[in-house]
């Protein structure tokens, strides 16, 4: 189902999920997992989540490299089966030419194309914020679910 139909048909704010988040949810030793899985618990019933493409490729990569390819592949079977409850926007052209108009306007050299990708769905879907600890988005003015 497209995430504008989901829009419209419930009130509920939609927050877009970053990789770390994935990662940190992943990895029961990540630094930021309980608090990734308490924020997640905390807000489950009240919001809509969406994620894209280019960051379940990313999640993909990661995880096969930090944990292995088993694991990456755990993963892709559950963003990939019908209990998923993240919908995944597909970054197309329009996407595209705006997250490179937001790369260009970026003076870190650690923000990544990814990230640009991210604030351009949040841009152009007018969701409600991002879920993240990076703190790119911070300093882009995007609301951060906390």
Do not use: P
């Not at 640009?116 to 990076?134: P, R, V, Y």
């Amino acid at each position: 189902m497209k995430l504008y139909m989901v829009m419209e048909k419930n009130s509920k704010r939609v927050i877009f999920i970053d990789s770390d988040i994935f990662i940190a949810l992943s990895k029961s030793d990540d630094s930021n997992h309980d608090k990734a899985l308490k924020i997640l618990n905390k807000f489950f019933d009240e919001i809509i989540f969406t994620t894209s493409n280019y960051v379940i490729s990313e999640v993909i990569t990661v995880l096969s490299m930090q944990l292995g390819h088993s694991q990456a592949l755990d993963f892709i079977n559950t963003i990939k089966s019908e209990e998923n409850i993240f919908s995944i926007n597909w970054v197309d052209d329009k996407v595209e030419n705006l997250a490179i108009e937001i790369f260009k306007k970026q003076t870190s050299k650690n923000t990544s194309f990814t990230d640009c990708t991210n604030m351009a769905f949040i841009e152009m879907l007018k969701l409600d914020g991002i879920f993240s600890f990076d703190s790119v988005y911070k300093k882009n003015k995007c609301v951060i679910l906390e």
